[in-house]
Each structure stands twice: as C-alpha cells, then as structure tokens.
C-alpha cells in the first residue's frame, strides 16, 4: 500500500498569511502515460463530508477559489493557501489514487492564529 | 445537482450485519464508478471499497480491514448503492460516505479519485 504522510499535523497561520500542507507519498503516483500525478487535496469543515479541492495534484476542482493551490510531483507534494481566509478553517487531506487501495493522509488541521 | 443520501446507519452489536444504501440523483448512475469512504469519530479517513459500473462489469475492490465481511452492490433501476457489512466489530464505527468517481480521464489508470460525497450515515458498532 502507498503511505501517505502530511506534515504538519496542525498550522495556526493569521488571516491573510500564507498556509502551506506538504504530503509525500511512500512511492511515486506519477502515471507515466499521462504524466499526471495522481494526488488530490480535500478540505473537511466541522460536521461536513469532504470536499475535492485540486486534482492531479494542481488542477483546481471548478468552484474552487484561486487562493488554493496545488504544486509537486512524484513523491513530494504541497498544498498552499496564499491568503487564509476565516472559512478556510478545516482539516486538509491528501490522497493517492494511483493504486488500490486508495489511500490518504493523516490530516492537517488548519486554524486561525 | 449531484445528490448522494445515505441511509440505514445506526447501533448495531459486535457480530451483527447492517446494510447501508446511497441513494444517488443528479447524474447517470448507471455508468458512475462509486465508491465508500468511512471516517471513525475524530479520526481521518479510509478507504472502504469501490463498485464498477455495470458497463466496466460491475467488480468492487475492498480495503483489507474489510475484505471478506463487506460487500458493495448496486442496483442501477433504483440508482441506488449498497454496502452490506457483516461480523461487524467494534473498530467499524465510523460515519460511511458514499461517493462517486471521478470521470475516466481524471481517474485513470484505477478510478479511485472521489469526487461528490454525500453527508454520511453513522454506524456505532457496541455491546
């Protein structure tokens, strides 16, 4: 199975700064065929189900706000928020979907500092 | 709009068997790869299994902490998903979502990229 490990396990940032999720994978999720790596961010608010935010490790999933950003490739992986925003308080989660089992992080808990 | 409602949570003892259901509206059911995703309470999320569409012949792969007690089903006249659990334990309480799979070419090459979730159903698992 791919192991998925995010760091840290919490960030408190300011509103307005800059937040940064790093997740690493125990093997490569680059899909040489299409050369995609198959790494996707989710964001979990209190109470609610997950919701996909970028894909492929960079893509944004429509709707999703610019401040979001995806970057990495391989093994190593970073989700930024450029400007933390009141409700973007949640736990963020990475996930491989490259192989079965699908796997995901621990969870990064995001808080307002 | 995508809808996915779970159902058929609840309180069952150690040993016990629960089916759960996803009712799916908003999108073609019959040619969406689905999928469940269980969360315990406080804790992340793991992978329960993934049911292929009928027209990619309707297989499911199951993550080991249930393979051989859960079985995903679908019925596609009702857009309905099912994930039937038995010998239940203790350590299988969790809220379970039902999800869909991401289109084809997002997914490849295993079609494991979850996508809309619905809100969950809580299955506690105790004596």
């Known amino acids: 199975d791919i192991v998925m490990t995010q760091s840290p396990d919490s960030l408190a940032v300011s509103l307005g700064e800059r937040a940064t999720i790093n997740c690493k994978s125990s093997?490569?999720?680059?899909?040489?065929?299409?050369?995609?790596?198959?790494l996707a961010w989710f964001q979990q608010k209190p109470g609610q189900p997950p919701k996909l935010l970028i894909y492929w490790a960079s893509t944004r999933e429509s709707g999703v706000p610019d401040r979001f950003s995806g970057s990495g490739s391989g093994t190593d992986f970073t989700l930024t928020i450029s400007s933390l925003q009141a409700e973007d308080v949640a736990v963020y989660y990475c996930?491989?979907?490259?192989?079965?089992?699908?796997?995901f992080g621990q969870g990064t808990k995001l808080e307002i500092k | 709009e995508v809808q996915l409602v779970e159902s058929g949570g609840g309180l069952v003892e150690p040993g016990g068997s629960l089916r759960l259901s996803c009712a799916a509206s908003?999108?073609?059911?019959?040619?969406?790869?689905m999928s469940w995703v269980r969360q315990a309470p406080g804790k992340g999320l793991e992978w329960v299994g993934r049911m292929k569409s009928n027209p990619s012949g309707a297989t499911a792969d199951y993550g080991a902490p249930v393979k051989g007690r859960f079985t995903i089903s679908r019925d596609d006249s009702k857009n309905t998903l099912y994930l039937q659990m038995n010998s239940l334990k203790v350590e299988d309480t969790a809220v379970y979502y039902c999800?869909?799979?991401?289109?084809?070419?997002?997914?490849?090459?295993?079609?494991?990229?979850?996508?809309?979730w619905g809100q969950g159903t809580l299955v506690t698992v105790s004596s």
């Open positions: 996930q491989q979907y490259y192989s079965t089992p699908q796997t």
């Open positions: 999800t869909t799979i991401a289109p084809w070419e997002i997914s490849q090459p295993a079609g494991l990229l979850t996508y809309f």
């Open positions: 908003g999108f073609t059911f019959s040619v969406t790869w």
């Open positions: 093997q490569s999720v680059l899909y040489s065929s299409n050369s995609k790596n198959n």
